[in-house]
Nanobody
């Protein structure tokens, strides 16, 4: 299993970024995918999740209405569109999947998002 994030960077408050996570080594379309983030000195937290079939989504309260998670099963890629970014969104963003309740978590290497003027 390999998850490779991209798209992070430095953006001003109110700006937008689109993160991508390219997945390989498993049947991507069969599993839910998630984005997590971890800010300095804080625990890693769930940002958004999308199911495998039907694409149902759920979001952390802090990002609801600003972030959108989506997936392209033909490209084995999951995205996180982030709009109206705030300084408190600054963190390393990680792509995640788990192939069953008792299965281990798989993580990408993370991509840094910094929101600052």
């Amino acid at each position: 299993v390999q998850l490779v994030e991209s798209g992070g960077g430095l953006v001003q408050p109110g700006g937008s970024l689109r993160l991508s996570c390219a997945a390989s080594g498993f049947t991507f379309s069969r599993y839910a995918m998630s984005w997590y983030r971890q800010a300095p000195g804080k625990e890693r937290e769930l940002v958004a999740r999308i199911t495998s079939v039907g694409g149902s989504t759920n979001y952390a309260g802090a990002v609801k209405g600003r972030f959108t998670i989506s997936r392209d099963n033909a490209k084995n890629t999951v995205y996180l569109q982030m709009n109206r970014l705030k300084p408190e969104d600054t963190a390393v963003y990680y792509c995640n999947t788990r192939m069953g309740v008792l299965a281990p978590d798989y993580w990408g290497q993370g991509t840094q998002v910094t929101v600052s003027s």
